[in-house]
Structure formats: structure tokens, C-alpha cells
Nanobody, 127 residues
Framework: QVHLVESGGGSVQAGGSLRLSCVAS????????MGWFRQAPGKEREGVAR????????LYSDSVKGRFTISRDNAKNTLYLQMDSMKPEDTAIYYC????????????????????WGQGTQVTVSA
């Protein structure tokens, strides 16, 4: 069992920055990769970024490359998403997710459907 709690959401003007955090508890030792996802009203959930907990290797969606940075602090059981140069189209509810097992970790939301998710945190970017 893994429990995830996101924090750090809020309102920011275009061009501004926010940092999201996701604290994991429970069976954190077995987590293999973690990711950030977002969902805007009327839109499907989309992958933002993912990271392997062991190697730290990261993967980003094209829409956030060069603006967002995913990182993790395994000692603190915490995942981060640093968001810079934010745009109105970044407005969404942001979720973190964790997967056990092994192999390749994508940023496809469907890959994590049977795994662990946080409750989400709202991010709003105004023009």
C-alpha cells in the first residue's frame, strides 16, 4: 500500500513559477517510478513528466520541456515538480502517481491506472 499527498498548487500569473510536492508514505521502498499528470475541465488526463526513483532519469511531455523540472528526494520520500515560465494552458488539476515493478515507465496515464494516485492539487495560471 502506498499513499500519496500533493501540495503546492495555487494561482500564478503567466510567466510565473510554482513548485509542487508529493509526499509518499507506506510501502515506499518498492516504488519503481513516479510521475506527474494533469487534467483540465473537459479534457483527458495527460502525462507531464516521470522519473525513475533509482536512476533519476526523467522524461517530459513536449508541452513542458524546457519549462518544468521533475526531481525526487528519496530520503524524504518526496517528488517535486518545478514549474517555470508558466502559461494559461498549464491550468489544470495536477496529480502524482507511483508504480511498482520494473521495466520501462512511460508518461501514459493508462499505465498507472491500476497503481497509486494522490488526491490532486489545483493550479491556475492567469494571462
Amino acid at each position: 500500500q502506498v499513499h500519496l499527498v500533493e501540495s503546492g498548487g495555487g494561482s500564478v500569473q503567466a510567466g510565473g513559477s510554482l513548485r509542487l510536492s508529493c509526499v509518499a508514505s507506506g510501502d515506499t521502498y518498492s516504488i519503481y517510478c513516479m510521475g506527474w499528470f494533469r487534467q483540465a475541465p473537459g479534457k483527458e488526463r495527460e502525462g507531464v513528466a516521470r522519473i525513475y526513483t533509482g536512476s533519476g532519469s526523467a522524461l517530459y511531455s513536449d508541452s513542458v520541456k524546457g519549462r518544468f523540472t521533475i526531481s525526487r528526494d528519496n530520503a524524504k520520500n518526496t517528488l517535486y515538480l518545478q514549474m517555470d515560465s508558466m502559461k494559461p494552458e498549464d491550468t489544470a488539476i495536477y496529480y502524482c502517481a507511483a508504480r511498482k515493478g520494473g521495466g520501462y515507465c512511460s508518461i501514459r496515464p493508462r499505465e498507472y491506472e491500476s497503481e497509486y494516485w494522490g488526491q490532486g492539487t489545483q493550479v491556475t495560471v492567469s494571462a
